[in-house]
């Protein structure tokens, strides 16, 4: 059986390899948490059957997939005779690549590669992890989506700084210039600022709510109907982990290219 009853005695499921690493991990992590939480809330009581979430098991294994996984599956790199593994990575790579270029820019988008491709890929393999009997889908918690939508933040505010230093706060004031930057500039300013203050919710909301719903549809209508529609709830579910990876990328880099100076911006448009 992929799925057991909790170890709490309640009625919810949790999978197999959840408990497994509990029963491995968790008292010592229990013993931790115990250690730090009482320390800052005395009256704190921790789950010692399950101190690590399922989220983050999944999570973990989601990362390791990436990393370790993707390590073994390109195999022996080779420019003269590439495996097929190794062109579908670099077919991937080149994708992300492409949208960088067109949306970022290549002069100033190319650095962002590496971190970019790491969201794509994480968040892609957590989509799909859902379809695997025994797993869950990462992304399925808004933890963590949360925690992708607030990372996608700190990176693209740190990047305009970096890039910009204090003239980025200029973005934050609409463009506007001489007389109308004094009468309007401040409302503007503290609107643009509510607004990229919202955007790490909405990105994971909606990468959250989509994924939840996708596996509430195919689990509710499996049970009606498991022969005909799982197939095609299947197709489907692999649809919408694609759609929701390249919708959280493309917003990433639409966020990444407000933080590219004014003029290398307005000199790529151009060149392009």
């Known amino acids: 059986m992929f799925f057991s009853k909790s170890t709490t005695g309640g009625e919810h499921h949790v999978p197999w390899i959840v408990e497994q690493v509990n029963h491995l991990l968790g008292p010592a992590v229990y013993s931790l948490q115990k250690a730090v939480m009482t320390s800052i809330d005395p009256n704190w009581h921790g789950d010692p ?7 983050v098991v999944m999570a973990s294994i989601a990362f390791l997939i990436c990393t370790v996984g993707a390590y073994l599956f390109r195999g022996q790199l080779s420019v003269e005779n590439p495996s097929n593994r190794q062109q579908i990575l670099e077919g991937f790579v080149q994708q992300l690549r492409d949208m960088v270029d067109q949306v970022v820019g290549q002069a100033f988008g190319r650095r962002h590669l590496p971190v970019i491709g790491s969201f794509a890929f994480f968040i892609l393999i957590s989509n799909l992890m859902g379809l695997v009997p025994g797993l869950l889908a990462p992304t399925v918690s808004i933890n963590v989506t949360l925690a992708l939508g607030i990372t996608s933040f700190i990176y693209y505010i740190s990047m305009g700084f ?23 500039g401040p409302v503007i300013f503290i609107v643009e600022v509510v607004s990229n203050f919202v955007r790490p919710v909405t990105l994971s909301v909606r990468l959250f709510i989509n994924i939840f719903a996708d596996e509430q549809i195919a689990e509710a209508f499996g049970s009606l109907m498991p022969y005909v529609v799982p197939s095609i709830l299947l197709i489907l579910a692999v649809f919408v982990a694609f759609v929701q990876t390249f ?6 880099l639409v966020y ?4 590219v100076p004014h003029d290398d911006h307005e000199g790529h448009e151009h060149a392009h």
């Open 49 to 55: 059957h399950m101190p690590i979430p399922t989220h």
């Open 162 to 184: 970096k890039q910009q230093g204090l003239h980025y706060l200029k973005h934050f004031t609409g463009g506007l210039t001489g007389t109308l930057l004094y009468l309007l």
């Open 247 to 252: 919708i959280f990328v493309m917003l990433s």
């Open 256 to 259: 990444l290219s407000e933080t």
